[in-house]
């Protein structure tokens, strides 16, 4: 099936203009990540790279981002990052606390001191059953024994109330928050007997912690390192594997589309604030992939071409391969493209990072498989191409240039013109 048929679109005509509109957005690009470097930092850093701790909450009933901010400015930590997480329904949050120097812990516990200044006030020192572990409250029920399974021996007694704990545990990791005495009575696996000791010996605050994340700003830095390290031997990899299976031109034209594929996306990235976090360096790795795979194409078809007709100028035979795999490439990133769509509007706050790498990469990457990969490679081959065969055939003006001294040299004569010409043997008569 083809989409476009017959085309015969100049795509080298404007390849100056679009290089010069290219390099401006790739600058871009530079930019976030010399600020990334070097302190400025326009990069919204999640908490792998930025360290700190990340807290994700979620309460029995909506609560004010301005409230929040005022109880943790009180508890010394003004500099937190509060935003709702979920639809315009769900009653989460998640808080960021940036690393502290010189120390590796992270803030969690000064977290929820803060809040249960106002959420969980007069407990009298009771758990809270939205937050303990299973394991505390095995403690619970082992002590209280209400199932009345102390006769079966302490390893029973064990058992039962571990299976009690963790049916508790699955039931609030479901829903987040146990909202009510009854939704603790409603699940299965729980006794009444096991519900009722629990309501007498614990409490149900007004928030639980459905996540919490923590890492040292030591980690954090060499987790940004290592990441902007993975992207860049990526794209050397690229370049020898390119410079293997054609030549070192295609090589350099390939590494320079995936080079604008990543400067392009990455610098419209940090403009939209999206965070930056280590599932997005696997987006940008996967979209080097893509752009990669995208631009063999069109390069299998440009050597195809020049096999058949050796003696045609290097722009016309891209003109052609371009204009033949067009087809293919629309439809193929049309439709990846869909798929990273859904992805971006169905996906939810934990994808949308990756998505939007995706999404806005196949795009950009569709356009720098015509208007990148294939100019570099021909400025290389302008350049630099008769220097850089290693002996191989020479192409365009060298090649011409050495079919015209060829045309002026008389040819040498071969081996048989080397032979000494022999007489013809006269036939003698017969006396």
């Known amino acids: 099936m083809e989409l476009l048929r017959h085309t015969n679109i100049d795509f080298m005509k404007y390849r100056k203009f679009w290089i010069t509109v290219s390099v401006i957005l790739m600058a871009v690009g530079v930019v976030a990540i010399i600020g990334a470097f070097f302190g400025f930092e326009p990069l919204n850093f999640g908490i792998d790279f930025a360290g700190g701790t990340q807290m994700t909450l979620r309460f029995r009933q909506a609560t004010q981002i301005d409230d929040l901010r005022k109880l943790l400015e009180t508890g010394g930590m003004g ?155 990526s794209l050397l990899g690229m370049l020898c594997y390119i410079w293997f299976r054609f030549e070192l031109r295609f090589g350099i034209g390939a590494v320079m589309a995936s080079l604008h594929d990543v400067l392009v996306t990455f610098g419209i990235f940090a403009a939209l604030r999206f965070e930056f976090n280590l599932i997005t360096i696997a987006a940008f790795l996967t979209l080097i992939g893509y752009s990669v795979n995208d631009t063999v194409v069109i390069f299998d078809r440009i050597r195809e071409n020049m096999r058949k007709n050796r003696r045609r100028p290097l722009i016309d035979v891209m003109n052609e391969s371009i204009n033949q795999t067009l087809s293919r490439t629309v439809m193929t990133s049309g439709l990846t493209l869909l798929t990273c769509l859904a992805l971006l509007i169905l996906g939810g706050d934990v994808l949308r990072g990756f998505a939007f790498v995706m999404t806005v990469g196949i795009i950009v990457g569709t356009y720098s498989s015509v208007y990148i990969a294939s100019p570099f490679a021909l400025l290389w081959e302008q350049l630099f191409g008769a220097e850089t065969k290693g002996g191989g055939a020479p192409r365009g003006d060298a090649a011409r240039a050495a079919k015209s001294v060829s045309n002026d040299e008389p040819q040498t004569a071969g081996p048989a013109a080397a032979r000494p010409r022999q007489r013809p043997r006269s036939r003698s008569k017969a006396s």
């Open 79 to 233: 500099a937190a990052q509060i935003q709702r997480f979920g639809d315009s329904k769900s009653t989460d949050v998640i808080i960021k606390t940036p690393a502290r120097k010189g120390v590796e812990e992270g803030s969690g516990d000064r977290i929820t001191a803060a809040l249960d200044r106002k959420y969980n006030q007069g407990q009298g020192g009771k758990p809270d059953l939205n937050r303990i572990g299973p394991d505390a409250v095995m403690q619970i029920l082992v002590q209280t024994d209400p199932d009345h399974v102390a006769a079966q021996g302490p390893d029973a007694v064990r058992a039962h109330y571990q299976a009690t704990a963790d049916a508790l545990r699955a039931e609030r990791n479901k829903t987040g928050i146990f909202n009510g005495w009854d939704a603790v009575r409603s699940v299965k696996g729980v006794s009444p007997a096991a519900a009722a000791a629990l309501e007498q010996a614990a409490y149900l605050g007004d928030y639980g912690i459905r996540g919490v994340e923590n890492v040292g700003p030591q980690i954090g830095s060499e987790l940004r390192t290592r990441g902007f390290l993975a992207v860049a031997a």
